[in-house]
T-cell receptor, first 115, second 115 residues
């Protein structure tokens, strides 16, 4: 099925460990996003990539890095995990028709626990 | 800066009844888009409905409709004939027109549909 695929779905890390969350979309969208979702805080943008070859910081980029590997793939890396990074992470992609947004398509999320 | 406010953190409704979720936003822009997303317990984010600010007609998708009041900057979601499967978090989101504008999210309303 067409959509956004995130891996893994669940992960437990020890403080200081590193990991990469993978995201791929097969809808030929130009823009991709990484969000984190915490109780009572809604969705907060970590990083985004407006198009292949570009990445920009969102609201909460500290402690994260991203790579837009190609048009399909956008990965999120935690270099040294901290308990404050315990969250649910979502990848999303979107497309524009000229100036008109179609809306975001989301992956199913990764529940990350840092102990 | 644009903001989106959902003033009802939690709501409940009886199956088959109608419920309205509120959303207000703040912007100085004239051209923009508004969205409602649903997040069921599976945590998958799903686009429910989309409204273009330049359209006076309220958007409708089956049992879901919106009441868009541009002057009041209000964008409420009405769910008719509520079903158990409508139990979810509902997020209101705003996006300026123009290329590469990002979504601004509300904090969500948790809706419980009771049998």
């Amino acid at each position: 099925n067409a959509g956004v695929t995130q891996t893994p779905k669940f992960q437990v890390l020890k403080t200081g460990q590193s990991m990469t969350l993978q995201c791929a979309q097969d809808m030929n969208h130009n823009s991709m996003y990484w969000y984190r979702q915490d109780p009572g805080m809604g969705l907060r943008l970590i990083y985004y990539s407006a198009s292949e070859g570009t990445t920009d910081k969102g609201e909460v980029p500290n402690g994260y890095n991203v790579s837009r590997l190609n048009k399909r793939e956008f990965s999120l890396r935690l270099e040294s995990a901290a308990p404050s990074q315990t969250s649910v992470y979502f990848c999303a992609s979107s497309e524009w028709w000229g100036f008109f947004p179609y809306g975001y398509t989301f992956g199913s999320g990764t529940r990350l626990t840092v102990v | 800066a644009q903001t989106v406010t959902q003033s009802q953190p939690e709501m409940s409704v009886q199956e088959a009844e109608t419920v309205t979720l509120s959303c207000t936003y703040d912007t100085s822009e004239n051209n923009y888009y508004l969205f409602w997303y649903k997040q069921p317990p599976s945590r998958q984010m799903i686009l429910v409905i989309r409204q273009e600010a330049y359209k006076q007609q309220n958007a409708t998708e089956n049992r879901f409709s919106v009441n868009f009041q541009k002057a009041a900057k209000s964008f409420s979601l009405k769910i008719s004939d509520s079903q158990l499967g409508d139990t979810a978090m509902y997020f209101c989101a705003f996006q300026e027109a123009g290329n590469n504008r990002k979504l601004i999210w509300g904090l969500g309303t948790s809706l419980a549909v009771n049998p």
